[in-house]
């Protein structure tokens, strides 16, 4: 066995990342997609395997390999944990994804050759499936743009100055199976960049994710199209959920900061799911000198709180996901609290950021 590290800033990765069979090291990312090309030809029987909560970066990514392998005639299966998005119903494999903490496919893991994670980099994200990912004696690979991975995995991809995994999926397929890309392939690879650049205006929107995104439309993905299917669609339960939402912010420390909260009662309150507050904390950091926006919310159905972090400028909410055993990027980070309190998680997270905050100043 060998592995294949790709890394771009973070040398420290090196020292940190511990793995079992370390034959070569490789720091060209070109080299680790050729390397996992080579695997998807010589091999048969896929799993593929997202995080919980999947976005459009995972499942965008996830169904255009499925695809790709399609087209190969192998066998391939996309896993995921828990409920999928319904404004992405209109990729193409989206249907066949199985949910897995409602329809678990054990056999399916246990008679894979190869398993391909994507868009996560902590396997404790797959959630019900974490258990017979870990059992599994299949070649593992990683394809990914999340800061330290945790994953012992033969093969990997990490680049963590891509905007999304969707990058890094198109690069595969466009250096090793251009022959194979279609428009459906194309959507979904437009749409996993889209939705993790924030349509483009995020960090790391430069000339390069252009170029990307304008390869992408040559091969049929309709960028006007794909917006309005994916971000025009707010129910009207929603978008009054927001109103509670942001009627109810708080904001601290001059300004610099702003919290929203969702509790069950406001789900229940507004006929809202989980999946309804998609995109609310966004709207923390629309505000004037905010610099850190933070959404704290209670599962509607679980014992769990669920928090998202973002921020601008110098200011680095992954150490806040991390302080609570979550992780994601520098101005993009989450975390779940087991049977946590929203007020004391709450109070916690102002606690921390006024540090953070104070410390940088
Ligand atoms: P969101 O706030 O959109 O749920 O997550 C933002 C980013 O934070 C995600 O892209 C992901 O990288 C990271 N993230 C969110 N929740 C978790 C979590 O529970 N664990 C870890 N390790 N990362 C998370
Ligand atoms: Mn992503």
Request: charged share 25%; hydrophobic share 40%.
């Amino acid at each position: 066995m060998f592995v294949i590290f790709v890394l771009t800033k973070y040398e420290q990765f090196e020292k940190t990342y511990k793995m079992k069979h370390i034959d070569s090291f490789e720091t060209n990312l070109d080299n680790s997609l050729k390397q996992i090309s080579s695997f998807l030809k010589q091999y048969s029987k896929f799993v593929i395997i997202i995080h919980q909560n999947p976005d459009g970066d995972a499942i965008g990514s996830a169904t255009a390999l499925a695809n790709l392998l399609q087209q190969l005639e192998k066998s391939v299966t996309i896993m995921v944990d828990n409920q999928l998005p319904d404004n992405l119903k209109f990729l193409k494999g989206f249907e066949e994804i199985i949910v897995y903490s409602s329809n678990p496919a054990p056999e399916i893991i246990r008679e894979a050759e190869v398993i391909l994670i994507m868009d996560l980099n902590d396997s404790n994200r797959m959630s019900s499936i974490e258990q017979e990912y870990l059992e599994s004696k299949a070649i593992k690979m990683l394809i990914d743009h999340h800061i330290n991975p945790k994953l012992e995995v033969e093969v990997m991809a990490v680049d963590t100055d891509a905007t999304s995994t969707g990058e890094l999926t198109w690069k595969l397929l466009r250096d090793n199976f251009r022959h194979y890309i279609n428009k459906e392939i194309a959507e979904s690879c437009y749409v996993a960049i889209m939705t993790d650049t924030g349509n483009f205006r995020y960090d790391r929107t430069d000339i390069e994710i252009f170029r990307i995104a304008a390869e992408i439309i040559s091969y049929g993905a309709d960028p006007v199209k794909l917006y309005n299917d994916v971000y025009n669609t707010f129910s009207i339960k929603a978008a009054k959920l927001l109103g509670k939402a942001l009627a109810g912010i708080e904001t601290h420390y001059d300004d610099r900061m702003c919290v929203m909260t969702v509790s069950k009662n406001d789900y229940r309150n507004y006929s809202c799911t989980n999946d309804d507050t998609e995109g609310f904390v966004d709207y923390t950091l629309m505000l004037d000198g905010v610099t850190v926006g933070i959404l704290i919310k209670e599962d509607l159905e679980k014992d769990i709180i669920k928090i998202s972090l973002r921020s601008k400028g110098e200011y680095h909410v992954r150490e806040l996901g991390v302080h609570f055993n979550g992780g994601g990027h520098k101005h993009a980070s989450g975390a779940r609290v087991e049977a946590g309190n929203l007020e004391e998680v709450k109070s916690e997270l102002i606690r921390l950021a006024g540090e953070m905050i104070f410390r940088d100043l």
